[in-house]
């Protein structure tokens, strides 16, 4: 079983900055690409920023240039760095993460979700 624990959601002012932790934890083999996505009230999860194991990245336009994702391999963790904050970035962030256990059986599994709410 694999468990994904994220934290640092909040709320935060427009040009504010907060950043987003997530650790995999339990019968890891291996974690491949790991990701953030949001998703906001009546609208779909989206993808944010997505990282592979070797540290190439992707970002959704909306994002580029003021998140910035990361990892660090050793402890499976993924991080999300967020600045000028924006009140549309008000949503709840999921993380994401390929994952192939100790069965070197692959899934995909999600964090229970953190909120990031941005004041006018």
């Known amino acids: 079983q694999v468990q994904l624990v994220e934290s640092g959601g909040g709320l935060v002012q427009a040009g504010g900055s907060l950043r987003l932790s997530c650790a995999a934890s339990?019968?890891?083999?291996?974690?491949?690409?790991m990701g953030w996505y949001r998703q906001a009230p009546g609208k779909q999860r989206e993808l944010v920023a997505e990282?592979?194991?070797?540290?190439?990245?992707n970002y959704a336009d909306s994002v580029t240039g003021r998140f910035t994702i990361s990892r660090d391999n050793a402890k499976n963790t993924v991080y999300l760095q967020m600045n000028n904050l924006k009140p549309e970035d008000t949503a709840v962030y999921y993380c994401?993460?390929?994952?192939?256990?100790?069965?070197?059986?692959?899934?995909?599994?999600w964090g229970q979700g953190t909120q990031v709410t941005v004041s006018s």
């Open positions: 990282i592979t194991n070797g540290g190439s990245t």
């Open positions: 339990g019968s890891i083999f291996r974690v491949n690409d």
């Open positions: 994401n993460a390929a994952v192939v256990a100790r069965t070197l059986r692959w899934e995909n599994y």
